[in-house]
């Protein structure tokens, strides 16, 4: 029983914050938030050289192979920093349902490897989005059609373009014809990758939201610390103090949901639907009370386009219904919890 | 990360499991908060100990089994599942006993942990006084030093399961120019010693849960001063530190109320069909209790690896005592109209256990350090926030 990191994945962890605390600067989001596609072609480049793009990809393929749990570091990474989302979907959610393919499906390794050198975009459609983040980017498009898996150039669908609250977001409602051509696997076989998928792009959006919470805190404890009123920082005052260590809880208490959730999908754990589940609903609940604080805790300035709270908490806006909204997660919970015979109770922390 | 028990932990899990099967009374124990059910409570205790698992955390010699804190969570699980009665000594065995493995003398260590592992010694807290709550180091109450004995003169309040209780454990003023958290000593005394006085105070449920203490000219030997003379402040700050932590509440029993709670929506929602509402005030408890016990083990893990527990365990605390009130208050309102009723009545649900708790969990925000002063220590330890 270790419910711990290794030193390597948490120097790891380190080195990336590090990478993207020079790289993708909140002047750097700004500019990104002003571009046409939402993008920074100089980021990505900078992304892809740093070989971030091929942490998930197979060694077989050219990448780490990292798993889950160190995801569940990385992704709070990429949140604190608003990195917008097709390197995570590329490089986590897609990478993850590519690996999950049979070998027999030809474009499986090929796809790989040109992620692992950071040379193609995914999208990923899952019918519980029903708009489909970054198609209008997108090399390739994963679409899940009544369980059955298919690859589809961008060429191979209409899609129309929504703008987001979050400027660096493009959304789109996609049709497309399937055909044999575009099917990769069947829907008895994509039941389980479907799943799988799902839990996975509910966990990287728990990741980033704790991660954006984490970046809320840190510039509405900075902002408290320099505002003066009545002759005093503000952070001084036991109301101000109070909203911020309710931001501190929810992150620390729902850091270990993130965790459990991240190992039992990585063990293929039977019951990952209800940690990630948990992990998501905490999480994403971590990132509005830390934006809902945040915003008063800047007073007016919070308000205002000028200071940088409001790029993090409208990510974490955004990404709050993302991959199953609250309703859906909490039906998952109560399908486990409420059944007959259900495992809760103090034995069954970690299932035994 | 690995999320597996090992054998070992797995054989010791199943020994407790066993133990407690055969020896949990069949009927609940009486109220401790009544001279008859603290006996009954104590004769517990003293039996657990014959069998090493009063205190699974202390050493061998103590009389515990030197646990590690991943075995004593494992103890916990167990215990709560169980359903064995409530523990009784928490003072002593939980705040005392670590204090005096820190800051004792061999001699007291010798003199008073086997005591307090068995029960033999139950033991009551003495920090609060009229004027010194929140603000502790407002206290009063002075210990002025005579010869090799102190002499105690003041009065403390708040002091849980005092009536009953042998032993106080606090903080008195032995130097009388000092201010606040100055010249202050942590001393142990006798409650049936000469001068002192319990005056019991009715609690919310009606019974004398707790007392206030009156000392006049009560003496105690120099032995019973832990720590250096005027150092208590440090020695009283560990031990809160111990209190508000994991130890005092384990996250097992959440996981227990949740699953009593789990059970009561179940037939709710077979009686009067699913309610959204409801369904999601549970779903938050259980979300609360399994956070606070990954959290556990989380914690447990990197103390294992040297990190320290610090202001840390302040989140704990408000954890805990505002998911007691949450789950309380979701019972109750699924009780409706049946809520109100008190134990023994003839329409009792649950033998009115859910009452019991509601009112108890009206405690858990104002005890072992009001959640406004966890609140503050988080933002000023952990966030650094200039204090007011």
């Known amino acids: 029983m270790d419910f711990t990191f290794t030193e390597d994945q948490l120097a790891f962890k380190e080195a990336i914050s590090r990478f993207l605390m020079t790289e993708a600067p909140p002047e750097m989001l700004r500019e990104i938030w002003e571009t046409?596609?939402?993008?920074?072609?100089?980021?990505?480049?900078?992304?892809?050289?740093?070989?971030?793009?091929?942490?998930?990809?197979?060694?077989?393929?050219?990448?780490?192979?990292?798993?889950?749990?160190?995801?569940?570091?990385?992704?709070?990474?990429?949140?604190?920093?608003?990195?917008?989302?097709?390197?995570?979907?590329?490089?986590?959610?897609?990478?993850?349902?590519?690996?999950?393919?049979?070998?027999?499906?030809?474009?499986?390794?090929?796809?790989?490897?040109?992620?692992?050198?950071?040379?193609?975009?995914?999208?990923?459609?899952?019918s519980i989005n029903p708009l489909v983040a970054d198609v209008h980017l997108a090399d390739t498009i994963i679409v899940e059609h009544q369980g059955e898996v298919h690859f589809l150039s961008r060429e191979q669908l209409e899609y129309d373009s929504n703008s987001s609250i979050d400027s660096s977001r493009r959304l789109s409602k996609i049709s497309f014809t399937p055909s044999a051509s575009t099917q990769v696997v069947d829907a008895q076989a994509g039941a389980a990758i479907w799943n799988e998928t799902l839990n996975r792009g509910a966990l990287s959006v728990a990741g980033q939201s704790l991660g954006l919470a984490q970046r809320m805190l840190d510039l509405s404890v900075d902002y408290a610390v320099q505002r003066k009123q009545f002759g005093k920082p503000i952070g001084s005052f036991q109301a101000v103090k109070h909203k911020l260590a309710d931001v501190v809880s929810g992150i620390e208490f729902a850091k270990p949901a993130l965790y459990r959730a991240a190992y039992a999908l990585a063990q293929g754990d039977a019951r990952a639907d209800l940690y990630v589940s948990h992990a998501k609903l905490a999480c994403c609940e971590a990132a509005l009370v830390a934006a809902r604080h945040g915003i008063q805790v800047h007073g007016a300035m919070g308000y205002t386009w000028e200071a940088d709270l409001q790029m993090f908490m409208k990510r974490a806006w955004a990404l709050n219904a993302s991959w199953g909204t609250r309703e859906f997660h909490r039906q998952r919970i109560a399908k486990d919890i409420f059944a007959d015979g259900a495992a809760v109770g103090p034995r069954y922390t970690f299932g035994e | 990360m690995q999320l597996k028990f090992t054998e070992k932990q797995k054989a010791f899990r199943q020994e407790v499991q066993e133990w407690l099967a055969h020896n949990v009374p069949k009927q609940p124990l009486k109220s401790y908060d009544t001279r008859e059910g603290f006996e009954e409570h104590r004769l517990w205790e003293a039996k657990l100990y014959e069998s090493r698992l009063s205190m699974v955390m202390w050493p061998e010699h103590l009389g515990g089994r030197g646990c590690d804190l991943i075995e004593w969570l494992i103890f916990e699980e167990e215990y709560y599942s169980a359903g064995a009665p409530m523990r009784v000594n928490h003072n002593g065995q939980l705040l005392l006993g670590p204090t005096l493995m820190e800051f004792g003398t061999e001699e007291q260590k010798k003199h008073f942990l086997p005591r307090i592992a068995?029960?033999?010694?139950?033991?009551?807290?003495?920090?609060?006084?009229?004027?010194?709550?929140?603000?502790?180091?407002?206290?009063?109450?002075?210990?002025?030093?005579?010869?090799?004995?102190?002499?105690?003169?003041?009065?403390?309040?708040?002091?849980?399961?005092?009536?009953?209780?042998?032993?106080?454990?606090?903080?008195f003023r032995t130097d009388p120019e000092s201010k606040r958290h100055h010249g202050l000593s942590y001393m142990m005394v006798p409650l049936n010693a000469p001068g002192v006085t319990v005056r019991p105070i009715k609690a919310l449920n009606g019974k004398e849960a707790f007392a206030e203490v009156f000392f006049d000219d009560v003496r105690i030997p120099a032995f019973n001063c832990i720590g250096e003379v005027g150092q208590g402040w440090a020695v009283a700050m560990a031990t809160a530190g111990f209190e508000r932590g994991l130890l005092l509440r384990s996250p097992a029993r959440f996981q227990s109320t949740v699953k009593r709670l789990v059970d009561l929506y179940r037939k709710y929602a077979a009686e009067h069909g699913e309610n959204g509402r409801l369904r999601d005030a549970v779903i938050d408890c259980w979300m609360g209790a399994e956070a606070y016990a990954h959290s556990a083990y989380h914690t447990v893990g990197l103390t294992s690896k040297g990190a320290k527990i610090g202001a840390e365990s302040s989140i704990n605390k408000i954890i805990w005592s505002e998911l007691d009130l949450k789950m309380h208050e979701a019972a109750m309102e699924m009780l409706g109209a049946y809520a109100e009723l008190q134990p023994g009545s003839p329409d009792v649900v649950e033998d009115g256990n859910w009452l019991e708790g509601f009112l108890f969990a009206q405690a858990g925000p104002i005890y072992a350090g009001t959640n406004e002063i966890q609140r503050n220590i988080i933002a000023e330890r952990m966030l650094e926030l200039p204090r007011g």
Not at chain 1, 63 to 80: F, K, N
Not at chain 1, 107 to 116: E, G, H, P
Not at chain 2, 121 to 140: L, V
């Open chain 2, 118 to 171: 068995s029960s033999e010694d139950m033991w009551a807290q003495g920090w609060s006084e009229p004027d010194a709550g929140s603000d502790m180091a407002a206290i009063r109450s002075r210990a002025t030093p005579d010869g090799d004995e102190f002499v105690i003169n003041g009065q403390k309040t708040w002091s849980t399961r005092a009536i009953y209780a042998d032993w106080l454990f606090g903080l």
């Open chain 1, 36 to 126: 046409e596609a939402g993008r920074s072609p100089e980021l990505h480049r900078s992304i892809a050289a740093q070989g971030l793009t091929a942490l998930s990809v197979p060694e077989e393929q050219g990448g780490l192979g990292m798993d889950d749990i160190a995801w569940s570091l990385l992704t709070q990474e990429l949140g604190y920093y608003a990195i917008p989302d097709s390197m995570v979907d590329t490089a986590y959610v897609a990478t993850g349902l590519l690996s999950a393919l049979p070998a027999t499906v030809a474009a499986r390794n090929d796809v790989l490897s040109q992620v692992a050198e950071g040379n193609m975009r995914i999208a990923v459609a899952h």
